[in-house]
């Protein structure tokens, strides 16, 4: 047995339950009288909803397939090996339920030995190899292509790309080696660290040609026959691959340089897979792959022991899995069918929901407010956004006519709402306003009709207490862009019952929304995370500390912006509502900073302005503060506002806001854009001893989001 088999059975032993792929070889002619060719295909034997990946037991059945065609080609019995996927499927890289399990530094490196050992061997068959990106290709799927000779690509590949530093790995099966010195450093540094670390973005099969990744592009209808064909003319010389010299010079230092910039802005140094993935494209400029894969194993074996890997995965996690099936949701068949849809209001919040309602439900969506020059600007908001949808092809000309005919505006709410189904209200944050609205679409619409609102902070059942069917109230609480953030904080008020509920949900999964069941609570999941850290923030700037050193105490956290830019984000009135609301419910914890109080009377926006190019405090905003003279370390104020997170956190699920701690991670990751590498938060509260020093206890039990004891 080769050290290879030995190293992957060991590895097998460690994960029972890995979905085998298997390597199927067929033989064929090629066109034109070329000679005998040899195939494989990776299948795992289900179809495209359960795509293929490389877990240890996967890459022995490659490693054996690739025993038998180097035999052949030995014995001159083939003059080529292609490798190609099952239909819509290339393969999408490890089996990361695996990866979960490794408890040894020793068995992580294991994964990234046995993945070079077996796919180096394309490299190394004495025949040309060829790999056909027929479908998806993720990770150790683009990397398995990358040790062949020749590689083609189907123009319907829908999603390709090196997703691992977005996971908290880096690219470990030759892609941070192989990658720059096939199209060069700028390219690669886009591909492994601009892509992944922007949302993972994926490239589609035309962008993988033009980056120089693929050698030819063919349509999907024939992708595979064309694939060959093309391969007969190369092997026969008529057709030679040139591709263009990489320039390993200043422009390959410019690359790497480019690359820490966006790994700065990014991950502001807080996690470290970007870094060692530059790291080793920086070492692989002189081309020298055996040190580079090397680096490529060590970085892998550093990185699965690590909590930010082990973060990543769980947040995935939450995303593909919890995402998709809420914990508390009542049963599905118990919701009623929606055909139309009400707005109160045509401000921009209610105009984004409109839109959305429209695009998603393709159902008549009407508007209502109290003048018609608002009406007419809300729906005409809508209108404008569908023609930006249309220039941008994202629907064609008869969509966008009829997107734009389901949403209307009306000034009587009797005749608007009449035959409505879901009502939503986008109205300011006043109780009683929000009171006398809901008890005037009370009166209007049909027995069944769902009323829901889209407040922020405020208590739902006290919103529902003077109507007569208050169980159809449910809280609808988006995240603004609506557009960009996926979550969905659904409320189930006292009196709420399950068919309305169940109504809720599934409208949000026909709005392609990541619903979270919340107890009506104040401020729900996201606004009272984010106000209880932004106030302690505030204090420690009320009490005397700097704007700009309170602003940078949470950067090594790598969040998406910091505290001060949040705040102008969300907007300093209602931030101070916010913070007024559960100051109310939480005297104790949560405070109103009389500086902030003191912007908004003023009128002011924001608190920075960006004359110099960089983030300064507006003279007019630091004329209107009053501090004290207590002065905060970084450190301090960072302490102080985790220890006050994990605090509320704990609360929270004390009082069964949520039912579980991941239900907080998945709100912070879709709501907040927190980061991956935080896992949320909780991983976070839990690898830094946060949790147990301001709450008591650890909020999940060792190997979850952790390396297992």
Known sequence: MSNTAELLKGAAELFPDEVVTQAHVRHLDLPGGVGRFALITLDNGFDHTKPTTFGPASLANLDAALDQVEKEAKEGEIVGVGLTGKPFIFAVGADLKGVELLKERDDALAIGQGGHAVFRRLADLGVPTFAYYNGAAMGGGVEVGLHCTYRTVSQAVPAFGLPEVFLGLVPGWGGCALLPNLIGADKAVSVIIENSLNQNKQLKGPQ??????????????????????????????????????????????????RGKQIADSKVHGAAPAAYRALDIVEAARNGDLRAGFEAEDEALADLIM??????????????????????????????????????????????????????????????????????????????????????????????????????????????????????????????????????????VVPEHAILATNTSSLSITEMASQLNHPE????????????????????????????????????????????????????????????????????????????EVADRALAPLGLPMSPIVLLELV???????????????????????????????????????????????????????????????????????????????????????????????????????????????????????????AAGRRFLEPGVASVPA
């Open 571 to 693: 907007g300093p009135a209602v931030a101070h509502h916010v913070s007024e609301t559960l100051h109310t419910a939480f005297p104790d914890r949560f405070g109103v900073s009389e500086n902030l109080g003191r912007v908004v009377e003023a009128g002011k926006r924001n608190l920075y302005v960006h004359d110099s190019g960089k983030p300064e405090l507006d003279p007019e905003v630091e004329a209107l503060f009053q501090t004290g003279d207590t002065v905060l370390t970084e450190e301090q104020v960072r302490d102080r506002a985790l220890d006050a997170i994990a605090q509320e956190v704990r609360l929270m699920l004390d009082e069964g806001v949520v039912a579980e701690a991941q239900d907080v991670d998945l709100c912070l990751i879709t709501g907040a854009g927190w980061p991956f590498h935080l896992g949320g938060i909780t991983p976070y509260l839990d690898r830094e001893g946060v949790s147990e020093r």
């Open 208 to 257: 993988v040609y033009e980056l120089g990744i693929a050698d030819a592009l063919f349509e999907g209808a024939d992708f595979l026959e064309q694939s060959l064909r093309w391969t007969a003319a190369v092997l026969k010389g008529e057709i030679e691959v040139v591709r263009p010299e990489v320039d390993r010079d200043e422009a390959w230092d410019q690359a790497v340089a």
């Open 472 to 547: 159809r109230v449910v809280g609808f609480h988006f995240f603004n862009p609506v557009a960009v953030l996926p979550l969905l904080e659904i409320v189930r008020a006292e009196r709420t019952d399950d068919a309305s509920l169940a109504t809720a949900f599934a409208v949000a999964k026909s709005l392609k929304k990541t619903a979270v069941l919340v107890k009506d609570a104040p401020a729900f999941v996201v606004n009272r995370v984010l106000t209880r850290f932004l106030g302690e923030v505030l204090r420690s700037i009320d009490e005397g500390t700097p704007v």
């Open 306 to 443: 690590g909590g930010e890997l082990r973060s990543g995965i769980y947040a995935f996690n939450l995303v593909q899995k919890r995402a998709k099936r809420p914990a508390g949701a009542p049963d599905k068949s118990l919701a009623r069918p929606v055909t139309k849809v009400g707005v109160v209001g045509a401000g921009l919040m209610a105009s984004q929901l409109a839109l959305l309602f429209a695009r998603r439900l393709e159902v008549p969506v009407v508007l209502t407010d109290i003048d018609q020059e608002r009406v007419d600007k809300g729906v005409g908001y809508v209108h404008e956004e569908i023609d930006k949808l249309l220039l941008k092809g994202r629907v064609n000309q008869d969509k966008a006519n009829r997107l734009k005919a389901l949403v209307t505006g009306s000034l009587d709410k009797a005749a608007a709402f009449a035959d409505a189904d879901f009502v939503i209200e986008a109205v300011f944050e006043e109780m009683g306003l929000k009171q006398r609205i809901f008890a005037e679409v009370e009166a």
